[in-house]
C-alpha cells in the first residue's frame, strides 16, 4: 500500500470514528422517549393482529387508520382490493363506508342549525310538507331531532327501498306514510335508514342545495378529503377503489365478487366512499371539536349536543362493564368504553363494512374497513383501542367470531316448508295485480301452467308452490350475496265468496307482514 493510499484511509477511520462518536452523543442526548417505543410496540401488534384476521377471516383486503394524541400515526392497507389481479389496499385506497355517511348528514344539518335554517325541534312538516307518518299525530309532531336520534317508531323497511333503486326522493317521502310504525312515538331506538333520508331531505330542501353539493362544499372540500366521492360512478372513475366480494367464514365457497351498488336517492344514508387519508382527516375534525385549520365549521355547541344520547340502549349484560350504556345522539352512536367516553359509527356496504371510533377526552382515533361481506371491521376496532387506552387487549375478532358464524348459517337456511300440500285454488286463479302504498306492485301471471311474478320493475321471477296458498319466487330479490337478498314467499288469502283477494309477504321483520290487496 503506498503512503496515499494509507493517508486516504486514515482519514476515512478517522472520519467514521467522529461520525460514531457523534451519533452516540445525540443518542445520549436525545435516547428514544419512552413514548416512541411504546407506539412502536403498539403498532407492531396492530399489524400482527389485522394479519391474522386477514389469513383466518378469508377476506380479500383491509386497511386501518389510527390517530393518536390528535395526529395521524397510522394508515396502512393489507391484501387485496382486487382478488383476481392480487392489485394491493393501499391508505389511498377507496371503499364505499355505508352508514358512515349518516354522520355526514347529521353534520350537514347541524351546519344548517348554526346558521339558523334549521331548528332540530321544529317539525319535519316545516320543512317538507308532504311528509307522512301512518300515525296522523306522529305527522304533525316529528322534529328534526326525532328523525336523527331515529326514535319516531318507524321500523327499517329496508327491502322497500333495495329492491327500489329509481325511486326518487319524493317517491321515498310518499311512500313512507305507507309503512308500519311497531314502536310508540319516542318509546325506543329503531335502527332505521330511513329516518336519516329524511334529515338529508330536511336538509336539501332548507338550504335550497342538494344533499350531494351540501357534503361536498361544507365538508369534504374544506377537509381537503380529495379522495372521497358520493356516487358509484365516481368511484369507478378513481384508479385505486376496492372491489366488494361476498365471503364465507365457513369457507363454504372462495370470496365472489359482487356487483357495486347505487343508492340515488337513498345516499344521505350510506353513499361516502373514502380513503383511509381521507377518513383520518375526517376523524382529526372531529376530534378538534368540528375546527380545521384553526377554523370552525361547527359549533362547538352544536357538535357537543350531537354527540350525547338522545335514545337510550344497553349494552349486552356480558360486556357492560366494558362498554356501559350505549344510546344514539344525532346521527351518531355514543356510549362508554372501559370507562372512556366513545363516539362511533360503523357502515355496511354490500361486500363491505367498516368501523369508526373515537374518544374526545384521549385525543384517540380508530378506523378499520374491509372488503368482504363479513361484519368484523367494529372488532378490530375495539382490539386497537385496547392497545391505545393501556388496557389488556381483549382479541373481538374471536370473541365475535362464532356469532358471526352462527348467523352466516341462519342467513343461508331454507325456509321451513311443510310437505304434500295443495293450493286451495287452481293456479289461474292467483293470478292477478297486488298492490300496497309503500312497497308498490307484484304481478302475478299464469302461463302454460305456471306462475309468475314480477315485483315493481323487477325482472320476471317464477313462483313454485311452496306450502298450502304459499308460494316461493325461483330467485332471491335484493342485494344479491348478502343478508338483504330474499325469496319472496307470498300467501294468498281469499274474501268470504273464496275469490283470491290478497297476499302476505314477510318483507319487514320488526311488524306484520306486508299485505298487497288485488286490484
Known amino acids: 500500500m503506498n503512503r496515499l493510499s494509507l493517508d486516504f484511509l486514515k482519514r476515512g477511520l478517522a472520519a467514521a470514528v467522529a461520525f460514531l462518536v457523534a451519533v452516540s452523543a445525540a443518542l445520549l442526548a436525545n435516547p428514544p422517549s419512552s413514548a416512541n417505543v411504546l407506539l412502536k410496540k403498539r403498532l407492531a401488534a396492530v399489524e400482527d393482529h389485522v394479519r391474522f384476521v386477514l389469513k383466518d377471516s378469508g377476506v380479500p383486503g383491509f ?30 385506497t377507496q371503499f364505499p363506508l355505508g352508514s358512515f355517511t349518516k354522520c355526514l348528514t347529521g353534520m350537514i344539518v347541524g351546519m344548517l342549525v348554526d346558521d339558523g335554517l334549521v331548528d332540530m325541534d321544529r317539525p319535519v312538516r316545516a320543512y317538507l310538507p308532504e311528509f307522512e307518518l301512518k300515525d296522523p299525530y306522529r305527522t304533525l309532531h316529528t322534529t328534526v331531532r326525532d328523525v ?87 368511484l369507478k372513475r378513481v384508479p385505486d377503489y376496492a372491489l366488494p366480494y361476498n365471503v364465507s367464514l365457513r369457507r363454504e365457497f372462495e370470496p365472489q365478487l359482487l356487483e357495486l351498488v347505487e343508492l340515488n336517492a337513498m345516499r344521505p344514508t350510506g353513499s361516502l366512499n373514502a380513503s383511509t387519508n381521507d377518513v383520518l382527516k375526517w376523524m382529526r375534525f372531529l376530534l378538534n371539536r368540528g375546527k380545521v385549520d384553526g377554523k370552525e365549521l361547527i359549533r362547538r355547541k352544536t357538535l357537543d349536543e350531537m354527540w350525547i344520547p338522545h335514545s337510550a340502549m344497553w349494552a349486552p349484560s356480558e360486556t357492560q362493564v366494558i362498554t356501559g350504556l350505549e344510546g344514539y345522539g344525532l346521527a351518531w352512536f355514543v356510549s362508554t368504553y372501559r370507562g372512556n367516553s366513545m363516539i362511533s359509527h360503523g357502515g355496511a356496504a354490500p361486500g363491505y363494512h367498516a368501523s369508526m371510533a373515537f374518544f374526545p377526552d384521549k385525543k384517540l382515533g380508530v378506523f378499520a374497513v374491509h372488503n368482504g361481506s363479513a361484519f368484523f371491521a367494529d372488532a378490530v376496532v375495539k382490539y386497537i383501542c385496547d392497545l391505545f387506552l393501556n388496557t389488556p ?107 283470491i283477494n290478497r297476499l302476505s309477504l314477510p318483507l319487514e321483520p320488526m311488524g306484520d307482514e306486508t299485505v298487497f290487496i288485488r286490484k
Open 63 to 92: 386497511a386501518v387508520g389510527i390517530i393518536s394524541e390528535g395526529e395521524a400515526v397510522f394508515a396502512k392497507g393489507f391484501g387485496y382490493r382486487e382478488l383476481k389481479k392480487k392489485l394491493p389496499v393501499t391508505p389511498e
Open 393 to 499: 387487549p381483549v382479541n373481538w375478532y374471536t370473541e365475535a367470531k362464532p356469532g358471526l358464524l352462527d348467523f352466516e348459517k341462519w342467513a343461508g337456511r331454507p325456509q321451513e316448508r311443510t310437505p304434500h300440500t295443495q293450493p286451495s285454488h287452481p293456479l289461474v286463479q292467483y293470478a292477478g295485480d297486488y298492490a300496497n302504498p309503500a312497497y308498490g306492485s307484484l304481478a302475478v301471471t299464469f302461463r302454460e301452467g305456471a306462475l309468475y311474478g314480477r315485483y315493481n320493475d323487477s325482472e320476471e321471477f317464477g313462483l313454485e308452490h311452496w306450502h298450502y296458498d304459499t308460494f316461493r319466487s325461483t330467485r332471491q330479490l335484493g342485494w344479491l350475496g348478502t343478508p338483504a337478498a330474499l325469496w319472496l314467499t307470498p300467501t294468498f288469502q281469499s274474501d268470504s265468496t273464496g275469490r
Open 148 to 234: 336523527l336520534s331515529m326514535r319516531t317508531g318507524l321500523a327499517p323497511h329496508n327491502f322497500m327501498w333495495i329492491t327500489n333503486p329509481a325511486f326518487s326522493q319524493e317517491q321515498l317521502l310518499k311512500r313512507i306514510g305507507g309503512l308500519d310504525l311497531p314502536l310508540g312515538f319516542r318509546e325506543g331506538f329503531i335502527y332505521c335508514n330511513l329516518s336519516i333520508f329524511i334529515g338529508g331531505c330536511v336538509a336539501s330542501r332548507a338550504a335550497g342545495r342538494s344533499w350531494e353539493d351540501l357534503v361536498r362544499e361544507r365538508i369534504l372540500g374544506p377537509l381537503g378529503m380529495t379522495q372521497s366521492s358520493l356516487t358509484i360512478d365516481e
